[in-house]
Nanobody, 129 residues
Framework: VQLQASGGGSVQAGGSLTLSCEGT????????MGWFRQAPGKERELVAA????????YYAPFVEGRFTLSRNVAQNTMALRMNNLRPEDTAVYFC???????????????????????RGRGTQVTVSS
């Protein structure tokens, strides 16, 4: 079972990037999925997450309307469109999944304690000023 992230890169402040995540080896249809990021010397933080029904989406306060999360449950894929990037967005971004089933998104480990069942290797995002 793998989650593979791609789409990172280097941009100037104000630029845009789209990160993609593909799950293989199992269906993630009943999993909530999300993106974390971790900058050097800092703890990982949840950027955004979406329920398996796509009915609920969470964005961290620092997103401030700049990012859009989407997913295709049938294709096991997820994307994070990031606009108006800032230098403080520089980090390694990785996708993660947690079995949701009948639970509320806000009760999952993804949001409560930054835990997950599966995670992928990260992709570097670097934003220069």
């Amino acid at each position: 079972v793998q989650l593979q992230a791609s789409g990172g890169g280097s941009v100037q402040a104000g630029g845009s990037l789209t990160l993609s995540c593909e799950g293989t080896g199992r269906s993630f249809s009943q999993y909530a999925m999300g993106w974390f990021r971790q900058a050097p010397g800092k703890e990982r933080e949840l950027v955004a997450a979406m329920s398996w029904t796509k009915s609920t989406t969470y964005y961290a306060p620092f997103v401030e309307g700049r990012f859009t999360l989407s997913r295709n449950v049938a294709q096991n894929t997820m994307a994070l469109r990031m606009n108006n990037l800032r230098p403080e967005d520089t980090a390694v971004y990785f996708c993660a999944a947690e079995l949701q089933a009948g639970q509320n998104l806000y009760g999952l480990g993804l949001l409560r304690d930054r835990s997950y069942d599966y995670r992928g290797r990260g992709t570097q995002v670097t934003v220069s000023s």
